[in-house]
DNA sequence: AACACGTGGGA
DNA sequence: TTCCCAAGTGT
């Protein structure tokens, strides 16, 4: 038995009303910004706080406005500019999206779901992001933020599984508003609610809009009882080990002896495969004099 | 289905 | 200080 109460009483319009007066004006959200401009944003969010990437964006889109001025320089140049925001591949595949694009597309960022989703690096999420938040259509948005909503107000649980399930989909699907204007403004209402106000710690439910429809609130709050929910060491890690390597590249104005990455990792059998694993990747160059360089 | 993949800031 | 985690994707 269903409710009698449409969700849009429920949820959609106290969400919708809290983001009109509580988003931040992020420059990726702005009237001018371009379709480029937020696929490149939610490249650089995947995993990534606000505050880092904003920085990089701006001088990002400065130097390349465009999926073909992108195109138009070395992978390298993209690995450079991103700077220390983590992943690099991100990097590497957003510089493919900008190929793709100028060579399959036009040099227009695609609209439909289903060409964003072939484009490197543009998974599940980000296809719908960037088709709902470019051009206003009609997607469940399902990341980590609505994932924690939705297991809260819904599910009355802290938490929502380790990796996402078909019923999670389900239900973001169900809640999203039949127009498609306004089901891209709720995607990003709901993201931003779980940004700002349902946070993973401490969540202030003081400013919560539908505090008086959360299930986890109806239940008392009970605190997350599943299976440990984190635990990646880092420091002695591969990870590690190739974040200093690539910064030696990042840092230099071109080519480096070897030398220069041995200096920064004391054990050689790490060092070594590590190093392999940059090359295969194809964030790392190995010249024929023996030097290594970003990719060209 | 797990696991690899960077980094830095807040609690 | 240590731990947690921040708009995921590819294999």
Same mark, same amino acid.
């Given at each position: ?7 849009a ?5 106290p ?7 509580h ?7 702005a ?5 480029w401009?937020?696929l490149?944003s ?5 995993q990534?706080?606000v ?8 001088r990002?889109m400065?130097?390349w406005p465009?999926p ?11 690995v450079?500019?991103?700077?220390r925001l983590?992943y ?5 595949r957003?510089?493919?999206?900008a190929?793709a694009i100028?060579e399959?597309h ?6 439909s779901y ?8 543009i998974g599940?999420?980000?296809?719908a992001?960037v088709a ?5 259509q009609?997607? !469940? /948005? &399902? ?5 924690? $909503?939705?297991?809260?107000l819904?599910?009355? @649980?802290?938490?929502p #599984?380790?990796?996402?399930t078909a019923?999670?989909?389900?239900l973001?699907?169900?809640?999203l ?6 089901a891209?403004?709720w995607?990003v209402?709901?993201?931003e609610l ?8 401490n969540?202030r ?6 505090l008086?429809?959360?299930a ?5 709050r009970p605190?997350y009882?599943g299976?440990?929910?984190?635990g990646?060491?880092y420091?002695g ?7 200093r390597l690539? !910064? /030696? &590249? ?5 080519p $480096?002896?070897k030398a220069?990455?041995d200096? @920064?990792?004391?054990? #050689?059998?790490?060092r070594e ?5 940059l090359?295969a990747?194809g964030?790392?160059?190995p010249?024929?004099?023996g ?6």
């Open positions: 038995m269903t409710t009698a109460v449409p969700n009483v429920r949820y959609t319009e969400i919708l009303g809290w983001y009109a007066e988003a931040r004006d992020l420059p990726w959200r009237p001018d910004a371009t379709p401009g937020i490149v939610e490249v650089m969010l995947q990534t706080p505050a880092r990437v904003l920085p990089i964006w701006r990002w400065e130097r465009t073909a001025a992108l195109a138009a320089e070395p992978s390298g140049e993209a450079r500019a991103w700077g983590g690099p591949r991100r990097a590497l957003l510089h493919a999206c190929v100028t399959r036009g040099g227009q960022v695609p609209s289903e060409a964003l989703r072939e484009l490197p690096g599940a999420y980000t296809a992001a709902s938040f470019a051009y206003r009609r997607h !469940a /948005v &399902l990341d980590t933020n609505v994932r924690r $909503v939705l297991a809260r819904i599910g009355g @649980v802290e938490y #599984p380790r990796s996402q019923a999670e989909v389900a973001a699907e169900s809640l508003p039949h127009d498609a204007p306004t891209a403004r995607s209402a709901i993201m779980g940004a700002l106000v349902c946070t993973a710690r969540p439910c003081v400013d919560c809009p539908v008086a429809e959360c986890w609130q109806r239940a008392g605190a009882d299976p440990p929910r984190r990646q060491a420091a890690t591969d990870r590690q080990c190739r974040g690539l !910064a /030696v &590249l990042r840092e230099a104005d071109g $480096v002896e220069a990455l200096v @920064v990792w004391s054990d #050689p059998i790490q495969r590590a190093l392999d694993g090359i990747d964030l790392v160059d010249l024929e004099d030097r290594y360089a970003l990719p060209s």
